[in-house]
């Protein structure tokens, strides 16, 4: 049999994810708005990129969620409503609570307080909040999103459960996609986007898991509440 080195499926499948990111980045910036649409030749044309990786991009994210696939007339960009903002907040808060529950559990794999790994970890997953802190106290909407989303998808690996961490990111860029619609609406953000990303980290490293889970209960409440008033006004 003919040796293949695989290069050329290692460079479509890295090609894919970076078209699918790009996109994705494209919806969270508010640049493809929710119910815009377009074709899979559209899109190659605007990377300059053929249509394989990206037909396979475009399918990945309908998979995610965040598009939707129309037989006839390519792909748009999925439409959320307030209700289904209000059940992602709900399964992110079930979500978090099955890694507290893993974490109070003593899973082997969680990064306790005391575990010799954590004092890095922790180190990397505050650098995160305290960029995502200064974005929302500057209402930097953007930048908020990119270090929001890493702080949370470093954090759910401290717990232990890989399977629990890809769901919550999932999780996370739709509700951001959700919210972004109407976020972008004020002009100005400053005063109004959840800035505890820090507190939450004090309160895991103290190994007050009730602070935590308030903290995080006042988050979604904040969220939900914002999210609403928008829609409504």
Same mark, same amino acid.
């Given at each position: $049999?003919?040796?293949?080195?695989?290069? !050329?499926?290692?460079?479509r499948s890295t090609l894919r994810q970076q078209i699918a990111d790009a996109l994705r980045d494209e919806v969270l910036a508010g640049r493809l708005q929710p119910g815009q649409e377009f074709t899979v030749k559209e899109i190659a044309e605007q990377y300059g990129v053929s *249509?394989?990786?990206?037909?396979?991009?475009?399918?990945d994210l309908s998979?995610? +969620? #965040? &598009?939707? =696939?129309?037989?006839?007339? %390519?792909?748009r960009v999925h439409e959320y409503s307030v209700e289904d903002f209000r059940g992602m907040i709900e399964a992110r808060g079930l979500v978090i609570e099955g $890694?507290?529950? =893993?974490?109070?559990e003593g899973r082997p794999n969680a990064v306790r307080p005391d575990d010799p790994r954590a004092a890095? #970890?922790?180190?990397?997953?505050?650098?995160?909040? @305290? @960029?995502a802190?200064? /974005?929302? =106290? /500057? +209402?930097? &909407?953007?930048?908020?999103?990119?270090?929001?989303?890493?702080?949370?998808?470093e954090? %759910?690996?401290?717990? %232990?459960?890989?399977? &629990?961490a890809d769901f919550l990111h999932r999780l996370r860029v739709q509700s951001w996609v959700c919210a972004v619609q109407h976020l972008r609406r004020l002009t100005d953000l400053r005063g109004e986007l959840?800035? %505890?990303?820090? @507190?939450?980290?004090?309160? #895991?490293?103290? !190994?007050?898991?009730?602070?935590?889970? *308030?903290?995080?209960?006042?988050?979604?409440?904040?969220?939900?509440?914002?999210i609403e008033r928008l829609a409504s006004g």
């Open positions: $049999m003919p040796r293949s080195s695989g290069n !050329g499926a290692v460079t *249509a394989t990786p990206v037909r396979e991009a475009l399918v998979a995610q +969620g #965040l &598009l939707e =696939a129309d037989q006839h007339r %390519g792909f $890694m507290f529950v =893993a974490l109070t890095p #970890l922790v180190a990397g997953v505050r650098r995160r909040g @305290e @960029e802190q200064r /974005a929302a =106290a /500057a +209402g930097d &909407l953007t930048v908020l999103i990119g270090y929001d989303l890493r702080f949370w998808r954090l %759910g690996a401290c717990f %232990g459960n890989p399977y &629990l959840w800035a %505890g990303h820090t @507190e939450l980290v004090d309160a #895991l490293i103290a !190994g007050d898991n009730d602070t935590a889970r *308030a903290i995080i209960a006042r988050y979604n409440a904040h969220s939900i509440a914002l």
